[in-house]
């Protein structure tokens, strides 16, 4: 196979170093990079590859190598202690063993256990390469567990100090009884250059560029009546209970999904399918839920049929050019991947998204979220009764 300009010039500039992150835009390669990379390596006798669960089967298959190579969900060390003595087994009776971490994001999170795991299981391996979607993150926390697994002496700092040399933060802490809160908001960062500079050796970042268009569509439907009145019945239910305020609004997850669900299968998205689908062959339709997923797959037969959760993450889809978004998506993150799997290297053709947005505050409410990169479940979390009750 031949390599892209973007993979060679990273594996010249990391493939002398034992330590390296790749932080290359979906759709650029980064996949066959990392296994140039490792390959290039002398003597290798064994390869740990983690990876989002979801994606570990398209990796598998990517890769096409299983020979000293375990594919690993990262999801799996938090869950499965018997995995990770395995693995740690594995790499510890190893000679020259390699640790690669997909979607490095994941690790972000010093108190989970798998970013425990993972560090622990990094100080095994003098080999070790992150690779991550996204061109250095817009949160720089997220940076340190990274570059911890990596060597803890590129940046050489624990923890709080890094928070200290980098964010200017406030603490607050709130006691609710017996129990004690204490959270953490950060307000802007400094010395972003000198960070820059510490790990700017050590990283290759890529965006992706394609001499083609992106076109966006927002089509609108109305929800049938009985399906307006269902909606309407789980929003006044979980406003007008007083556990709103005494989770937090931690219930919101379960409320928005619930609202969403019961109109998931309104007819009137159906018609507009038959009106966008022009090239059933050329088509993904996004679906959040089983039952609109199995919907659209029985009048749809001819176009593919995807789920957020499942097909999301790593799959080339570059002979689709059209994707229609039936459900929506409270995550950026899962919006920005599904849109990655058509538009990058090997698309010849424009790329079409259409959103189908329903007549109820929720639509709208997803819509401007995932157009501001943010975190619906935080803005809920910072919102009252009331000013729920308006925008739903």
């Known amino acids: 196979m031949t390599l892209l300009e973007q993979q060679i010039e990273a594996i010249n500039k990391l493939q002398n170093l034992k330590v390296g992150a790749l932080f290359m835009e979906p759709g650029t390669g980064k996949t066959l990079t990392a296994k140039e990379l490792y390959q290039s390596i002398p003597?290798?006798?064994?390869v740990l590859w983690l990876t989002p669960f979801q994606n570990k089967a398209n990796l598998k298959k990517e890769v096409n190598q299983s020979e000293n190579v375990d594919y690993i969900g990262i999801e799996t060390l938090s869950n499965?202690?018997?995995v990770y003595l395995k693995i740690y087994n594995k790499l510890e009776a190893a000679s020259k063993p390699v640790i690669i971490v997909d979607e490095s994001i994941k690790i972000k999170n010093w108190?989970?256990?798998r970013t425990k795991r993972i560090i622990n299981l990094s100080k095994l391996a003098e080999y070790k390469l992150i690779l991550n979607g996204t061109p250095l993150t817009r949160n720089l926390l997220d940076l340190w567990s990274q570059f911890e697994f990596l060597s803890p002496k590129i940046l050489n700092m624990n923890l709080n100090q890094f928070k200290k040399t980098f964010c200017e933060y406030v603490s607050i802490y709130k006691q609710k009884g017996s129990k004690s809160m204490h959270?953490?908001?950060?307000m802007q960062y400094h010395n972003i250059d000198y960070l820059y500079s510490l790990i700017k050796p050590y990283i290759y970042e890529c965006n992706l560029k394609l001499d083609i268009n992106k076109y966006y569509y927002d089509i609108n439907y109305s929800l049938d009546p009985?399906?307006?009145?269902?909606?309407?019945?789980?929003k006044n239910h979980y406003l007008n209970n007083e556990r709103?305020?005494?989770?937090?609004?931690n219930i919101f997850l379960e409320m928005s999904q619930k609202m969403q669900r019961s109109y998931a299968c309104?007819?009137?998205?159906?018609?507009?399918?038959?009106?966008?689908?022009?090239?059933?062959?050329?088509t993904i339709i996004y679906c959040k839920f089983t039952n609109s997923a199995e919907k659209c797959e029985e009048i749809f037969p001819n176009v593919k049929v995807n789920t957020y959760g499942k097909h999301s993450y790593g799959l080339n889809l570059q002979e689709y050019n059209t994707i229609i978004y039936f459900d929506k998506t409270f995550d950026y993150g899962q919006r920005l991947q599904s849109e990655n799997r058509i538009f990058r290297t090997g698309q010849k053709e424009s790329c079409n998204y259409y959103d189908l947005t329903g007549n109820v505050g929720l639509e709208k409410l997803i819509n401007t979220n995932i157009?501001?990169?943010?975190?619906?479940?935080?803005?809920?979390?910072m919102t009252t009764k009331e000013e729920l009750n308006e925008c739903l």
């Open 226 to 234: 009985e399906m307006k009145e269902e909606y309407n019945y789980f």
């Open 183 to 186: 959270k953490e908001f950060i």
């Open 244 to 249: 709103m305020e005494m989770l937090n609004n």
């Open 266 to 282: 309104s007819s009137e998205k159906f018609k507009l399918l038959k009106q966008i689908i022009k090239e059933p062959a050329k």
């Open 80 to 82: 499965s202690s018997n």
């Open 111 to 113: 108190d989970a256990q």
């Open 371 to 381: 157009n501001k990169k943010q975190d619906l479940l935080k803005f809920f979390k």
């Open 43 to 46: 003597n290798i006798d064994y």
